[in-house]
C-alpha cells in the first residue's frame, strides 16, 4: 500500500508533463527531423533544450494559475 502515493504522485507528475508538452515543444522551437536520423550528440542536444523548454513551460503555467 505504500507505493500507492508514490505510483499517484508519479501518475499525476507524468500528466502535468503530457498537459506542458505542447507548449514545451513550441518554447524548445526545435525544427522537426523531416525524416533524416539525428546522431546521438544531437539528440543529447535537443533533449537538452527540450529539459529547459520544460522547466519554463512549468514555470509559466503556474504564474499563469497563481500559483508558485
Do not use: N, W
Not at 503530457?18 to 518554447?27: G, M
Not at 522551437?29 to 533544450?49: K, Y
Request: hydrophobic letters at 40%; charged letters at 25%; glycine letters at 8%.
Amino acid at each position: 500500500m505504500a507505493d500507492q502515493p508514490a505510483a499517484a504522485d508519479l501518475q499525476q507528475k507524468y500528466r502535468q508533463f503530457l498537459d506542458l508538452l505542447p507548449l514545451t515543444i513550441t518554447l524548445a522551437g526545435l525544427p522537426p527531423s523531416e525524416g533524416r536520423l539525428f546522431s546521438e550528440e544531437q539528440m543529447e542536444a535537443r533533449g537538452i533544450t527540450i529539459r529547459a523548454a520544460y522547466r519554463v513551460a512549468r514555470t509559466v503555467a503556474k504564474e499563469c494559475l497563481g500559483g508558485s
